[in-house]
């Protein structure tokens, strides 16, 4: 339901197109019962330890997406973003971790497909823009094919600085420096 979802996500409610936003609700809902978690706040980010829940970095992604995007036509006032696309996207681009993980590790289907496949999958069933299909497909360093959407590199970049704020990034340079 879309107002449970926005409790936890409150950038929903910045999205325009509430109808396309309700929707993006629906896949959430959906790929829930296809997973092994009771419950999604018990959806980790990563399997790596301490990586954090994986609805706090989709919260903080779509609210990093959103400052880097009023900052950025803010001070190129000429640029236009479509604001829709890139929270839309921020929103859905990991949320087939629910299928990828399981509270055993990683599930098949996380091992047979490239992650987030199963989300622009999803994305695109569920009536996405293609738009918000193609930066879910291209945000994960798995693929090599380069991000088309400039809304699209903004999530790619946050998600990333994100993403090293939520695992345990201190431990990765103390590793990388002893
Ligand atoms: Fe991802």
């Given at each position: ?44 980010f990563s399997?790596a330890?301490?990586s954090g829940?994986?609805?706090a970095h989709t919260r903080a992604t779509m609210r990093a997406c959103l400052r880097i995007a009023?900052a950025l ?13 890139l929270?839309?996207s921020a929103?859905?681009h990991d ?44 945000h994960t360093p ?5 991000m088309?959407?400039?809304?699209g590199v903004i999530l790619k970049h946050a998600e990333g600085g994100i993403a090293a704020s939520g695992t345990d990034y201190q431990?990765q340079i ?5």
């Amino acid at each position: 339901m879309k107002e449970a979802w926005q409790t936890l996500f409150p950038d929903i409610g910045e999205i325009k197109n509430q109808k396309l936003a309700k929707v993006a609700c629906g896949v959430w809902d959906e790929m829930l019962p296809q997973s092994e978690w009771a419950d999604v706040q018990s959806v980790p980010f990563s399997l790596a330890p301490g990586s954090g829940s994986l609805v706090a970095h989709t919260r903080a992604t779509m609210r990093a997406c959103l400052r880097i995007a009023r900052a950025l036509t803010g001070v190129y006032p000429g640029r236009v973003l479509d604001l829709d696309v890139l929270l839309l996207s921020a929103l859905l681009h990991d949320v087939s971790k629910i299928v990828e993980y399981s509270p055993n590790g990683r599930t098949e289907a996380g091992n047979l497909y490239q992650h987030a496949f199963l989300a622009a999958h999803a994305a695109l069933n569920a009536g996405m823009p293609e738009a918000v299909v193609s930066i879910i497909m291209l945000h994960t360093p798995q693929t090599n094919v380069p991000m088309k959407f400039l809304e699209g590199v903004i999530l790619k970049h946050a998600e990333g600085g994100i993403a090293a704020s939520g695992t345990d990034y201190q431990r990765q340079i103390d590793e990388a420096m002893a």
